[in-house]
């Protein structure tokens, strides 16, 4: 098993930036492709970001492309989402979620490891 806890949410303007950083312990990190997922009151819980294994690949929705990074680092066990120029409907609570497949799916219902959830709220 995968221990997940995000951090790094909070409150910020609209077209500013936060970061978000999901540590992970237990089994071997690099086991796992990682993904952030988002859901907002009475939504379905919504895929943001994805990287495989080795971080060399990535995968965005085109509602976040272009503003949304997802970035790891194995050697210290953490997947970081950099968000900028966010929105009012980026406002969420955020996920992180590990799965051993190769590649990360956008269908939440893949991922086997759930962090707790961070909430960020972009005012407008």
């Given at each position: 098993?995968?221990?997940?806890?995000?951090?790094?949410?909070?409150?910020?303007?609209?077209?500013?930036?936060?970061s978000?950083?999901?540590?992970?312990?237990?089994?071997?990190?690099?086991?796992?492709?990682?993904?952030w997922?988002?859901?907002?009151?009475?939504?379905?819980?919504?895929?943001?970001?994805?990287?495989?294994?080795?971080?060399?690949?990535?995968?965005?929705?085109?509602?976040?492309?272009?503003?949304?990074?997802?970035?790891?680092?194995?050697?210290?066990?953490?997947?970081?989402?950099?968000?900028?120029?966010?929105?009012?409907?980026?406002?969420?609570?955020?996920?992180?979620?590990?799965?051993?497949?190769?590649?990360?799916?956008?269908d939440?219902?893949?991922?086997?490891?759930?962090?707790?959830?961070?909430?960020?709220?972009?005012?407008?």
């Open positions: 098993q995968v221990q997940l806890v995000e951090s790094g949410g909070g409150v910020v303007q609209a077209g500013g930036s936060l978000l950083s999901c540590a992970a312990s237990g089994r071997t990190f690099s086991r796992y492709a990682m993904g997922f988002r859901q907002a009151p009475g939504k379905e819980r919504e895929f943001v970001a994805g990287i495989t294994r080795s971080g060399s690949s990535t995968n965005y929705p085109d509602s976040v492309k272009g503003r949304f990074t997802i970035s790891r680092d194995n050697a210290k066990n953490t997947v970081s989402l950099q968000m900028n120029s966010l929105k009012p409907e980026d406002t969420a609570v955020y996920y992180c979620a590990a799965d051993e497949s190769r590649w990360p799916a956008s939440f219902e893949v991922y086997d490891y759930w962090g707790q959830g961070t909430q960020v709220t972009v005012s407008s």
